[in-house]
């Protein structure tokens, strides 16, 4: 049985990676020519390592869901990238940026991957520049930062509300140079359904055209997973409706460790649910808390009033607004992690403070707009204020915005080694479909820093020293039976969802779904609510393959059939990361159990018992999976009490 | 509210489209255009009345560029400055007939009911829609000042989310809004310059070799982009081309 080498270089810290490469093996040109990569998934991880790959002459293949590279979720991202450049002078460095993503992630994540990622993150921004992404300047010309929540100094880059969009655009540019070059080749709506593995090695994959339904074999000496998180596990999310967990979940079965999943980000600042038919939530950026203060009335009557419309937020005199982020966390105030923000919102409109609905809060810009000017305001935020006024109908230059915490990020996801590599050979796994960087938590405008780190300056190392011993090994035809194998697989999951011919919708199931894993394996989760979720969660598994309705024909463009293939594996999913929050006997970063929660209401880690990454392996179908630990060992920092007081 | 909504209906490529009517009650004026069409949708599945009518859509939140509807002759609908997956069903009245129709256009064929084949615009990006920077080898970020006008303006053209409404509004298919975007995105970067001219002339002859139409000077795509790219973008553009035809050495 594999135990579960992380592969961390020797030697200190600040000298691993520099190591690495310089002993790391290489490929050369002629030979780089003859090795083929797959790369599935184009948003930041997947687009800026298909690109990067291509340029160093491997013939690559990448693959999306979507009818272009551009259209993947990244580009939603809206508040910043971080990066250690103290170019504001306010004491920042790469320590400091790795400390503060070690904190943030509440001492669960790995240290030597952590590292890396804040030592290669002026990198990113050198490297988004000369592409031209537009990042905000100063009227020097000199580019210009912000700060975000987990952070005391300046170190986040932005394009106005649009730095995701910007970024994808730079990394979708170098991909087109790449594909136009010939070294990269673009195969856009096709799906990976399923992962092919020979002699123990991931030697390619089966994708299916949602445009007519076909299933096709690929070959890669290597295969690269960049396709993001599983929050829609959870149904509504900040997630675009096609992303999905379902290419990580093939791989888990086919031996991949899947660590950490119940380490889900909630976050603080959504537009609120305010009728059943909604199909995704709107995020507002974390960076609007740089200016907008939180807040519910002081008194319950006053928020009564105001659910019932007797009252607006205008009506409350300032003496009765409870800043409770502020009140409670001083030092940080507005700007302390998501997980802390969220919990707050959701423990005070639990007392009975919320407002809208009962499930909202005031983040209010009236200060903000009284010091700066609404000018000043508009030009930071003009576009999230525009789309929060499309949606809702109130503006909120006059009236408060209102927000609550909503599903965003999944900081789990597969197992892998310093070398992005997973616990299959040949398989890596990058950006958010990994568990590498954010530990319990992450903090904001870390998961662009971590999708283009991986993609433009990880994997091109890390790959090439794992193709380096492949140069000998002839592409393998598509024919060979483990592909055959694969595809029938494929084809016979597809036989079956068409073949039940129930009463009910695919959404109504993931919506059924979302519904069990929000109320009980949510933001508070315990022990009687988790244990009651699993068999909820079995039951809806079995009902889904007796009773979902897809009638279309697969040799068509058929959402449906997309939809349900993916719930397939969502709703397994969903079950183990219940078990994994079961068996997390903890609170920690985004994971809390109510049990474990000191008297202010805090999260109450447990180091002696927990400080390991929880990697599942599968068991078969029936069985029960087996969880293996990666222990953390902390060489170089001091583990404390995350403290934002 | 209640709706009559006329939808363009076609099985795929090759087959000839026709508009169904169908008829929807009780909908929220919350609720967003593409929700309501998920509800159509439920329907249409539970009641066994057809099959569920296909969408292009996927972020919801106006930034991917993915979802793109023609709706009562307008692309993307009534509403200013926002993309289909933004409209709110508040902007019709109780009672509306509402015609949905996919973006017409030779370049962006259908593939089946509202959906349409935009790869077009992955090709002419691809032509020289980006700055020739491989990973690794390039200068500290901070080495080059750019003017804050200049960045600003970059990044407003750069706004452009490519989901084609310029195209399905212009009377000739003209992309040129799109493609003057890119280009005058990188036009305004110190970054962009040394690749400048051929850049113009590359994507311009792309955009016409796909066969969209030429500019005639109407705006309408001005006037239909949900992100409001500026038609100086395309002036931006004349004179790039211009400019790189006056000096050009080579051919
Ligand atoms: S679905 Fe992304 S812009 Fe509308």
């Known amino acids: 049985m594999a135990t579960l080498n992380s592969k961390i270089p020797e030697g200190p810290l600040s000298e691993k990676w520099t190591k690495y490469k310089a002993s790391q093996k290489l490929v050369n040109p002629a030979n780089k020519r003859k090795l083929d990569v797959i790369v599935v998934g184009t948003g930041l991880a997947g687009a800026s390592a298909a690109a990067s790959l291509g340029a160093l002459g491997f013939n690559v293949k990448v693959f999306c869901i979507q009818d272009s590279p551009r259209r993947a979720h990244s580009i939603a991202a809206q508040g910043g990238i971080n990066a250690a450049k103290n170019y504001p002078n306010d004491g920042d460095s790469v320590g400091r940026l790795f400390y503060d993503t070690i904190k943030g992630g509440d001492y669960r994540a790995r240290e030597a991957n952590v590292y890396r990622l804040a030592e290669v993150s002026n990198s990113i921004i050198d490297q988004c520049v000369a592409q031209g992404v537009p990042f905000a300047r100063e009227y020097s010309g000199y580019l210009a930062n912000r700060s975000f929540g987990g952070a005391q100094v300046s170190r986040t880059f932005y394009a106005k509300g649009q730095t995701g969009q910007q970024l994808l655009l730079g990394a979708y540019s170098a991909l087109s140079q790449q594909i136009k070059a010939g070294t990269v080749k673009m195969y856009a709506r096709k799906e990976m359904e399923n992962l092919v593995i020979i002699d123990g090695k991931a030697r390619g994959i089966i994708t299916r055209d949602v445009k007519t339904g076909e299933i096709e074999r690929w070959f890669g000496h290597c295969v690269i997973l960049a396709t993001g998180g599983y929050g829609n596990v959870y149904y509504l999310s900040t997630n675009a409706m096609n992303s999905n967990g379902s290419a990580a979940w093939q791989c888990y079965k086919k031996g991949a460790f899947f660590a950490n999943p119940c380490y889900v980000q909630i976050h603080p600042t959504c537009i609120p649910v305010h009728g059943d038919y909604q199909s995704k939530l709107t995020l507002m950026s974390e960076s609007l808390r740089n200016d907008g203060r939180i807040w519910v009335p002081k008194k319950k009557e006053d928020a009564e009033a105001i659910r019932k419309g007797e009252k607006t937020a205008n009506d409350i005199d300032e003496q009765d607004r409870d800043y409770y982020l502020e009140r409670r966390y001083p030092a940080f105030g507005n700007l302390v992690p998501r997980d802390i923000a969220s919990r707050a919102a959701k423990e005070r409109c639990d007392a009975g403070y919320g407002v809208g609905t009962g499930k909202a809060v005031f983040l209010d810009f009236k200060d903000a707009i009284n010091r700066l000017g609404k000018d000043k305001v508009e030009e930071r935020y003009g576009n999230l204020f525009q789309m929060y006024q499309k949606i809702t109908d109130d503006n909120p230059y006059e009236t408060p915005m209102m927000i609550y915490p909503a599903v965003h990020y999944t900081m789990g996801g597969l197992w892998v080694d310093y070398e992005l590599q997973t616990t299959i050979d040949g398989l890596f796994a990058a950006g958010e479909c990994n568990f590498s960087d954010h530990g319990a938590n992450r903090l904001g405008a870390s998961a662009l820093m971590q999708g283009l780190a991986d993609g433009y300056f990880v994997l091109p190392y890390t790959v090439q020293n794992y193709l380096s011993a492949e140069i000998y090994n002839a592409p393998i035809p598509t024919t060979h039976e483990a592909f055959d194998l694969a595809e029938k697989e494929v084809n016979e999951k597809i036989a079956k969802i068409l073949s039940v011919k129930g009463n009910r919708t695919v959404d109504s199931f993931q919506k059924e779904l979302g519904h069990i894993m929000w109320e009980k394996v949510g933001m508070g989760r315990n022990k009687e609510g988790l244990t009651e979720a699993i068999p909820m969660i079995k039951a809806l598994k079995e009902e889904f393959w007796k009773n979902v309705r897809v009638d279309e024909a697969n040799e068509c463009m058929n959402p449906e059939l997309e939809k349900a293939l993916r719930f397939a594996d969502h709703v397994e999913l969903a079950e183990l990361l219940a078990m994994d929050a079961l068996q997390r006997e903890e609170s920690c970063g985004g994971h809390f159990r109510e049990e474990h929660q000191t008297e202010e209401g805090e999260a109450k880690r447990d180091d002696e018992n927990f400080m390991f990454v929880g990697a599942w392996q599968y068991k078969g179908e029936g069985s029960e999976p087996e969880l293996h630990k990666e222990d953390l060992n902390y060489e170089f920092i001091k583990v404390q009490q995350r403290n934002y007081k | ?251």
């Open chain 2, 1 to 251: 509210m209640d709706f009559t909504l006329k939808i363009w209906r076609q099985e795929n490529a090759q087959a000839k489209g026709r508009f169904e009517t169908y008829k929807l009650t009780g909908i929220s004026p919350d609720c967003s255009f593409l929700e309501m069409l998920d509800i159509l949708n439920e329907t249409l599945i539970n009641d066994n009345i057809a099959h569920p009518v296909v969408f292009d859509n996927d972020c919801r939140e106006g930034i991917c560029g993915m979802c793109g509807l023609y709706i009562n002759g307008r692309p993307h609908g009534p509403d200013d400055g926002v993309t289909t997956c933004q409209l709110h069903m508040r902007r019709f009245h109780d009672g509306d007939t509402i015609t949905i129709e996919p973006w017409r256009a030779r370049p962006f064929p259908v593939i089946k009911d509202l959906v349409v084949d935009r790869s077009a615009f992955d090709k002419i990006i691809q032509e020289g829609g980006y700055i020739s920077a491989t990973t690794g080898g390039v200068p500290d970020a901070n080495a080059i000042p750019i003017p804050k006008q200049d960045a600003d303006e970059a990044m407003d053209a750069a706004s452009c989310i490519g989901c084609g409404a310029c195209v399905a509004a212009c009377k000739n298919a003209s992309a040129m809004l799109f493609v003057s975007a890119k280009v005058s995105q990188f036009a305004l970067l110190p970054q962009g310059k040394p690749e400048a001219k051929k850049r113009v002339v590359k994507m311009i002859k792309k955009m016409d070799d796909l066969g969209f139409g030429a500019c005639t000077n109407t705006y309408a795509c001005e006037a239909e982009c949900p992100k409001s790219i500026k038609r100086t973008n395309i002036a931006r553009m004349n004179r790039e081309f211009i400019c790189s035809k006056l000096t050009s050495s080579e051919e």
